[in-house]
């Protein structure tokens, strides 16, 4: 069965760390794209990291950038959000998605898990 | 900047109606869009890839058409499983629509 689960959110204070998971199963986890999406309590969806299959590159939405760090290992199948830096406004809960390379959409997502940011 | 206009916000609908949610794009995207459907406490689902090609084990009831800069996703007939919040999403830089929340009448 293909499925993403993360784990790692919770209660952080402003200005520390905290690094998510997505662990990827059923599927080839080296042939796909993935992402980072989150979405604010009662609010709508915000893209905010992407890393290609081939790990040339990397893009941030420009409210992460330089502060938010996607990458992965491919030996235990996840994919980590490293989170610095961090602001009540990224209170949220964050989604990893699978974007197969012959599709343009994100055709698996995980449940998501909870950030809140708060002192 | 690039944008990605869905409308409406929100709209009321009954059982057996044809919805049609539309989402500009601020420049030409070819057919690089998206729809999803979210439902409350749960994560987004794939409907629509490339404009207008429906995801697998996805009703026939929902389609997707456009490109360019105008797209369309319509529910031909309403069901009570549909009422969602939905997404538009363009896949050049991963912006989504605003959403339109589908309620109710």
């Known amino acids: 069965q293909v499925q993403l689960v993360e784990s790692g959110g919770g209660v952080v204070q402003p200005g520390r760390s905290l690094r998510l998971s997505c662990a990827a199963s059923g599927f080839t986890f080296n042939n796909f794209a993935l992402h980072w999406v989150r979405q604010a309590p009662g609010k709508g969806l915000e893209w905010l990291a992407f890393l290609p299959y081939d790990e040339i590159y990397k893009y941030y939405a420009d409210s992460v950038k330089g502060r938010f760090t996607i990458s992965r290992d491919t030996s235990k199948n996840t994919l980590y959000l490293q989170m610095n830096s961090l602001r009540a406004e990224d209170s949220a809960v964050y989604y990893c998605?699978?974007?197969?390379?012959?599709?343009?959409?994100?055709?698996?997502w995980g449940r998501g898990t909870m950030v809140t940011v708060s002192s | 900047d690039f944008q990605l206009t869905q409308s409406p916000s929100f709209l009321s609908a009954s059982v057996g109606d044809r919805v049609t949610i539309t989402c500009r794009a601020s420049?030409?995207?070819?057919?690089?869009l998206a729809w999803y459907q979210q439902k409350p406490g749960k994560a987004p689902q794939l409907l629509i890839y490339?404009?207008?090609t429906l995801q697998s084990g996805v009703p026939s009831r929902f389609s997707g058409s456009g490109s360019g800069t105008e797209f369309t996703l319509t529910i031909s007939s309403l069901q009570p499983e549909d009422f969602a919040t939905y997404y538009c999403q363009q896949l050049n830089s991963y912006p989504f629509g605003g959403g339109t929340k589908v309620d109710i009448k």
């Open positions: 998605a699978r974007a197969p390379a012959d599709m343009y959409a994100f055709d698996v």
């Open positions: 490339a404009a207008s």
């Open positions: 420049q030409d995207i070819s057919s690089y």
